[in-house]
């Protein structure tokens, strides 16, 4: 019994399994385009569902949480950083001050938005709330990245194509949410009734992110072109900075007063950067030559936050439920 209380929910496991897969087997050629396609159809059904899911009200509520959606923007634009530049001293030893460079790039990116979604979903967060601020964060970033390019990191070209970025946040992810909402009276009752489905899409969609994205490193060979050292040395490096904005977020969340689902909400897209936005901004922001290294340690901090995540996510999911337990019992002695 006291071995299997340490032992990993099957969502970590699940998790696992497919950074092993994607490391062994990694997605390729038409295959990869194919899971691409799958990951986009995923994540548009996620938002699909939740816009289905939620009420209006609902989501008017979380587009009124003015103060935590600074929260959130606050920590993507200008915590992570400053965290970024004020351990640049003490972490630069671990790599070549080249790929610490990468280190900022990826302090000054946006916060996710499918998987900040899912993970507040499964956690049991404000779902309308992370909906508005990693949306938002999503397109602030377009504008705001190259600006805290161009004072913390050395910037090199034009940023025009990334107006192509924002059409793609909108045509993905909101006009699938904005088409369940409308479809709501029709398809709101049986996605109700069958709530497991949009934990089987908020779980499938994290897990098809993780592939492609880990298949997509192994395919490039970026792992071949840093030394061992240097690799633990970035490892440690996404550690301590995500452990450092998962620490403040949560601390400061519970300072200004937010109840434990917005909490849960500024935990998830507070601490969290985008590789689907990093990736394109790195092609345009710097040389085509330095660009592996850029996003050499936003592809590692990608996956660690998404392996991090997945076990807070579990443990708030399993808090909730036991405050749930513990609720219908205390009403039910009260009936008695």
Request: net charge positive; charged share 10%; with cysteine.
């Amino acid at each position: 019994m006291a071995l299997m209380k340490f032992r990993p929910d099957n969502f970590t496991l699940m998790l696992v399994a497919t950074v092993l897969l994607a490391s062994f087997l990694p997605a390729t050629g038409q295959v990869a385009s194919s899971f691409e396609t799958l990951t986009t159809a995923a994540v548009a059904l996620l938002f699909f569902l939740h816009g289905a899911k939620l009420s209006r009200q609902a989501i008017l509520a979380g587009i009124m949480h003015w103060r935590l959606h600074l929260f959130i923007v606050g920590s993507t634009f200008v915590v992570f950083p400053l965290l970024g530049w004020a351990l640049k001293p003490l972490l630069t030893p671990l790599v070549s001050p080249e790929l610490y460079v990468g280190v900022m790039f990826l302090c000054v990116l946006p916060s996710t938005v499918q998987s900040s979604i899912a993970f507040v979903s499964m956690a049991r967060g404000n779902i309308p709330a992370a909906i508005c601020s990693a949306s938002a964060s999503t397109l602030l970033g377009v504008f705001i990245t190259p600006l805290l390019v161009s004072v913390f990191v050395t910037a090199h070209g034009a940023s025009g194509s990334l107006v192509d970025a924002v059409v793609k946040i909108l045509l993905q992810l909101m006009l699938p949410f904005a088409l369940g909402h409308l479809l709501q009276r029709w398809v709101g009752p049986f996605i109700k009734k069958h709530g497991k489905l949009t934990k089987v899409v908020d779980q499938g969609s994290i897990l098809l992110v993780v592939y492609t994205a880990f298949s997509a490193a192994v395919v490039q060979g970026i792992w071949r072109q840093v030394s061992v050292t240097t690799l633990v040395g970035l490892l440690v490096i996404s550690a301590i900075i995500l452990a450092l904005a998962l620490l403040l977020t949560t601390f400061l969340s519970r300072r200004l007063g937010f109840s434990k689902e917005d909490e849960i909400t500024a935990v998830f897209c507070g601490s969290k950067k985008s590789l689907v936005s990093g990736v394109p901004m790195a092609k345009v922001l710097f040389a085509s030559s330095t660009v592996g290294m850029m996003v050499l340690p936003l592809m590692l901090f990608h996956q660690m936050q998404l392996m991090v995540c997945g076990v807070l996510a579990a443990k708030y999911a399993k808090r909730a439920q036991q405050l749930e337990g513990d609720k219908a019992l205390g009403t039910a002695a009260a009936g008695k």
